[in-house]
């Protein structure tokens, strides 16, 4: 019999959001009647931009004629894309990044796992605390982490505990991190970080020469013009900064799959003899070798998105989302609640209330308001406590579940 990953046998239980889905399909089950409202994983609700549809119709009949039909694209995705991203994405906000640094992908999700690929086993890692699970459990099942510890957590990384009290902007390790994992707008809690807090983590990471994974899939969502959309507005971040990117959330693409990870030709890793070598050389390599990147149809209707018509659409549907965030963040608190996020993210974090653990409220909304959420601790050990809702739904199912927290759970 083959040997099997044993890392894997570290994780503890399920993913998180197969477990929600598990639960919510029982209760659904023996509760046939309840009219469930979802605000627990991160998926859109509403239509793709018009724009996108277009693009991506006229992409179809493109596959029906032998001149314009498309195969295999290019591993990095298609120029035109790409040329699009860096315009109006990093040039428009004075970042320094060119179009061979982009890698077109499916997902920003898969990106934060597969980068593991072109990073050696022994590196110290650093998380915030609580964190998108992602990040923790590929390290785990890299084999990058010990066992699980007795308060929850992995043995071999360092948490960096994200509080209320510190505006869940974690402060800088106090030894020395290799690979750093860092989102913002945060998923959880749905804090932002100011580009002065940036810098001390962008001159951290030079200073030691560690990596910062950043993962801004939620950038669209930033509304000040005075906060970072990109890690690259800060300077020395080319030399240290790997950044995720995704569709999913500015243009409704969870089912549709498209991404990018842009990776600086200037950010280096060192090889077992000390050697210096172009991480963006290593990412390129894995990505021909491992990927063939996305359909020729998906990509026509990404790059629709950086039309004048497609970045109408996308600031709408943007719009909506946080004007959800807001109605969800102030009616929670009029409920008594304490509210955290949900201004410049689609995300709120809030306190359980009464001292209850986060699965126990839980299956408290779920059970006497019929409301799916996620449980803080999900997240991480320094998440007990807090409860995160989603601003992606309807505003008819956003209203409803606002109503009945009002009226059944009130604090």
């Not at 699009?84 to 796992?113: L, N, P």
């Not at 990505?287 to 996308?314: L, P, W």
Request: glycine share 10%; proline share 5%.
């Amino acid at each position: 019999m083959p040997r099997i990953n044993d890392n894997f046998l570290k994780l503890q239980a399920g993913y998180l959001f197969p477990e929600i889905g598990r639960r919510v399909a029982a209760f659904a089950e023996a509760n046939p009647d309840a009219a469930i409202i979802k605000l627990g994983i991160g998926d859109v609700t509403e239509p793709l931009p018009e724009a996108c549809r277009v693009a991506m119709m006229k992409a179809v009949q493109d596959q029906g004629k032998r001149d314009t039909f498309h195969g295999y694209g290019p591993e990095q995705g298609y120029a035109w894309l790409r040329d699009a991203i860096v315009e109006h994405d990093y040039r428009a906000r004075g970042c320094d990044v060119g179009a061979d640094e982009v890698f077109v992908s499916d997902a920003s999700k898969c990106d934060c796992a597969n980068i593991l690929d072109i990073l050696g086993i022994g590196n110290t890692v650093a998380v915030t605390d609580p964190v998108y699970p992602v990040y923790v459990d590929t390290n785990v099942m890299a084999g990058n982490t010990g066992p699980v510890l007795p308060a929850g957590g992995y043995e071999g990384i360092v948490y960096l505990p994200l509080t209320a009290e510190n505006g869940f902007t974690a402060a800088l390790p106090e030894q020395k991190a290799d690979v750093i994992y860092l989102c913002f707008p945060n998923n959880p809690t749905g804090a932002v970080a100011t580009k002065d807090h940036l810098k001390q983590w962008v001159d951290y990471a030079n200073e030691n020469g560690s990596l910062i994974l950043f993962d801004a899939a939620y950038e669209a969502f930033v509304t000040d013009p005075a906060l970072p959309r990109s890690i690259y507005e800060i300077d020395g971040a080319r030399s240290c900064a790997i950044e995720f990117r995704s569709f999913s959330k500015n243009a409704g693409f969870t089912g549709t799959r498209c991404a990018f990870t842009v990776v600086p030709k200037d950010v280096q890793g060192t090889s077992a003899d000390g050697e210096r070598v172009s991480l963006h050389q290593l990412w390129h390599r894995r990505q021909s070798t491992k990927f063939n990147s996305v359909s020729y149809i998906v990509q026509r209707g990404a790059e629709a998105v950086y039309t004048e018509a497609g970045r109408e659409q996308t600031a709408e549907l943007v719009a909506f989302y946080l004007e959800n965030a807001r109605i969800i963040r102030e009616s929670l608190r009029e409920a008594g609640y304490t509210v955290f996020g949900g201004v410049h993210a689609p995300y709120i974090w809030m306190r359980t209330p009464d001292g209850l653990s986060s699965w126990d409220y839980f299956d408290k909304l779920l059970g006497e308001a019929h409301i799916v959420g996620t449980p803080g601790a999900g997240f991480g050990a320094a998440g007990e406590g807090y409860f995160r809702l989603s601003a992606f739904n309807s505003r008819e199912n956003v209203r409803a579940a606002c109503d009945r927290i009002g009226s059944k759970l009130a604090v």
